[in-house]
Every structure is written in C-alpha cells, then in structure tokens.
C-alpha cells in the first residue's frame, strides 16, 4: 500500500526542517542556522495515532528564474507540491506575514492542493494572537506551534492526519486474485473450448488461481 505524501513548503529560514525533525522524532533534515538553501528533497516516514505518512522535507520556495539554484530548489518545491496528497505550508510569526509567504500561498491556491497552514516559532502565549494575521493569505485557518519546543504540534498533526485521503478499509490488492486487479484493462477475452471431461475447468481455476 502506498502511503499518502505531505509535502512541507515554505520560503527558507521559517523552520520546515526543524518541523519535520519535530514530526519524524530524530535529527533527520539539516536545520541551518543562516537563511540558506537545502538542495536535496528530504523523505522521511512518519506516524501520528497509527497513522503512517509520507514527510517531504523541501528546500524552500523563492521566486526566481529556473537558471538559478534558488530557481531549481524552487521547481522542486512545486513538483513537491503537484505530487503531494496534502501541503503544509509554514510560515514564521517572527516575521509576520511576507511578500514570499504571499506569492507561496498564491501558488498554492492556484494548485488547488489541499493545503494545511502552519505558523512556526509560537513559542509562547503572548505571540498566539500574532499568528491569526496568516488568516489573509487565503489557505485556510492558521495552526499556532513552535517546532522547537513541540508547543502545539500535538493539535496541529491531529488536524494533519484529518486530512489526509482515507485510509482504505483493506488493500484490495492482497484480496483479489492478480488476474483480476486490472479488471478495467481487460482488453481481450479468451474462451476455453473442447468436449466434456478434458478439464477445461481444472485450466480455469488454475489460470485464475481459484475454485
Ligand atoms: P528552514 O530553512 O525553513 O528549513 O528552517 P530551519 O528548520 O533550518 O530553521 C531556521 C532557523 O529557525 C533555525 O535557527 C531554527 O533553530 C529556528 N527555528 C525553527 N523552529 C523554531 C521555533 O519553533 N522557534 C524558534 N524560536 N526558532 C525556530
Ligand atoms: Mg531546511
């Protein structure tokens, strides 16, 4: 069965890898201390309640044109988009609310991902109120936490896992027999002829793997 994809976006420095290291348990993505980019995508497994996803840890966002490494990690962030069952996009309260959180959130809307919006570095009380101000970027309502501290971070991957796809009841795929997993491929048919008593049904039942 493949696990549903959750892709972790946002312009640098707002604290995606330490998010991500917050949600895996381990020291997993590099956290930079210098606004910087990360080239390599970073794909970590991840569970929450027993449900098991997929992290994807990006570079970050930043308009620019495609020549350019910021250029590449930024494509890369979109294939990261296109690809993923639900975005988190994760912004910085410190900093409140930025002409790239802006042009992020757009792209976002445009994709029409489902989106998940988190405001990171809500270290504590005083700055919760701060994080409604995301509200206007048009992704939806804003989750509070602080990925250093683990503030918050237990509401917010409830949330999370709400919306990931359901999680089908039983794989299909160990259920019914091969033959007929691409049922709606069947393109050709194949009749089995001949006088009684030659098994031709014993040739069926071994073709299909059943009685
Ligand atoms: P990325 O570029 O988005 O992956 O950001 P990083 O995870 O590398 O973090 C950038 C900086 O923000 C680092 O110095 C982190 O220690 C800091 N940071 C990340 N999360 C928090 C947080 O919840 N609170 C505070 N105060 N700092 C944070
Ligand atoms: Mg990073």
Redesign the pocket.
């Known amino acids: 069965m493949t696990l549903p994809t959750v892709a972790v976006v946002?312009?640098?420095?707002?604290?995606?890898?330490?998010?991500?290291?917050r949600i895996v348990g381990r020291r997993e993505?590099?956290?930079?201390?210098?606004?910087?980019v990360?080239r390599d995508r970073k794909v970590l497994e991840a569970e929450w309640n027993g449900r098991e996803f997929i992290l994807i840890?990006t570079?970050?966002w930043m308009p620019s044109d495609d020549r350019t490494l910021e250029g590449k990690v930024s494509k890369q962030s979109e294939r990261a988009i296109k690809d993923a069952d639900l975005v988190i996009l994760?912004t910085?309260v410190?900093t409140g609310v930025t002409e790239d959180d802006d042009r992020v959130a757009s792209l976002l809307r445009r994709a029409k991902r489902p989106t998940l919006l988190v405001v990171?570095?809500?270290?504590s009380d005083k700055r919760e109120l701060d994080a409604w101000e995301f509200s206007g970027l048009g992704v939806g309502d804003p989750w509070p936490?602080?990925?250093?501290?683990g503030?918050g971070t237990g509401d917010m991957l409830d949330e999370l896992v709400r919306r990931l796809p359901p999680e089908p009841e039983v794989d299909p795929a160990d259920l019914a027999p091969a033959v007929l997993d691409d049922a709606d491929d069947v393109a050709e048919s194949v009749a089995i002829v001949g006088r009684p008593n030659v098994g031709k049904s014993t040739l069926f039942n071994r073709l299909i793997g059943d009685d």
Do not use: L
Request: no cysteine; proline share 5%; aromatic share 2%.
């Open positions: 946002g312009r640098p420095n707002v604290g995606k890898s330490t998010f991500v290291n993505a590099i956290v930079e201390e210098k606004p910087g990360t840890d570079g970050g994760i910085d410190t990171n570095k809500v270290d936490v602080s990925s250093m501290h503030r």
